[in-house]
């Protein structure tokens, strides 16, 4: 690994058992990212995410880079941009709200000075900052960056529309699988976003969505109640089994602990000879799987 990690070993008796502890800390952020040399920083910087390690993407790679190397992006200078082709008026707008919140700068700095120490120039030459904010058509410059903004109808996150409604009948949402994805539909369809979403689960009288965004995935986890009644039984478990299933997806579908799920419901459907492994001869392996016999 570059750069070098060694762990820290401590060793000591439990129970009459010798328990040996490796310790690895966390890199300074000056180092990051820690990655395997044999394949390089770009293929061999990875990042833990569940029970999983995942590759960087290359923006989370340079963002180390940029934070060692000290390089401001949105400051660098934009080559053969000119003053005039910067939006007057919303550039004069901006200059009037930075002196009413800052009077020190309305008394003694010029417009030219403010644009410096707003990084809205440097040395007189507009910055990126500057042009995506100010000039009238940045595409001349830049045309592969934009500023993507959303809009939201009305005034409030959540807000009802203009029918009066924001769902077609509550009272219609029994807790099915396929009734919460027409609910997520409907919400969607309502623009009344995740906030909505959690309060109308609640009045369903559904366990709450678990919101989750890791590495450009955005996922969202619906249970109704029979996850919370039933997933223990051994029924739930054997049909669930059906197809072969990975120890996150059991424990995912019970709801308990890793320790739990493995050793005080899985185990005992083994031992029956209920369930039975893909890989009886690596039943620790990563690929492990579990199905119903």
């Known amino acids: 690994m ?3 990690v060694r762990a820290l070993f401590t060793v000591c008796e439990i129970n009459s058992k010798i328990v040996v502890s490796a310790e690895i800390s966390g890199a300074d952020i000056a180092y990051r990212p820690v990655f395997y040399k044999g394949v ?13 390690d995942e590759s960087m993407s290359e923006y989370e790679i340079y963002s180390y880079e940029a934070f060692r190397k ?4 949105d400051i660098r200078v934009i080559e053969n941009t000119k003053m005039q082709l910067m939006n007057e008026k919303r550039l004069n707008n901006y200059l009037d709200s930075v002196k009413q919140e800052r009077k020190n700068l309305a008394e003694n700095v010029s417009d030219e000075e403010i644009l410096e120490l707003m990084g809205i120039t440097s040395d007189g030459n507009i910055t990126l900052a500057g042009l995506m904010a100010f000039s009238k058509y940045p595409q001349t410059y830049l045309p592969q960056l934009c500023i993507t903004a959303v809009c939201l109808p009305g005034t409030e996150m959540g807000m009802i529309g203009e029918d009066g409604e924001r769902f077609i009948d509550n009272r219609r949402i029994t807790g099915s699988i396929p ?3 027409e609910l997520l539909k409907i919400t969607e369809n309502r623009y009344s976003g995740i906030p909505t979403m959690r309060m109308e689960f609640i009045n369903a009288g559904l366990p709450q969505p678990i919101f989750s965004a890791v590495h450009d995935e955005f996922k969202v986890v619906m249970k109704n109640n029979y996850f919370k009644e039933n997933t223990t039984s ?5 049909d669930f089994c059906s197809v072969p299933r990975s120890r996150a997806e059991l424990i995912e579908f019970t709801g308990k602990s890793r320790t739990h799920t493995m050793l005080n419901i899985i185990a005992p459907l083994i031992s029956s000879g209920k369930l039975k492994l893909t890989l009886p001869d690596k039943p620790k392996s990563s690929k492990q ?5």
């Open 2 to 4: 570059e750069p070098s």
């Open 70 to 73: 000290r390089i401001h992006d």
């Open 234 to 238: 051994e029924e739930a478990i054997l």
């Open 40 to 52: 390089g920083r770009i293929k061999g910087s990875y990042i833990r995410v569940g029970e999983s």
């Open 179 to 181: 009734d919460m994805l």
């Open 289 to 293: 799987r579990y199905v119903r016999v």
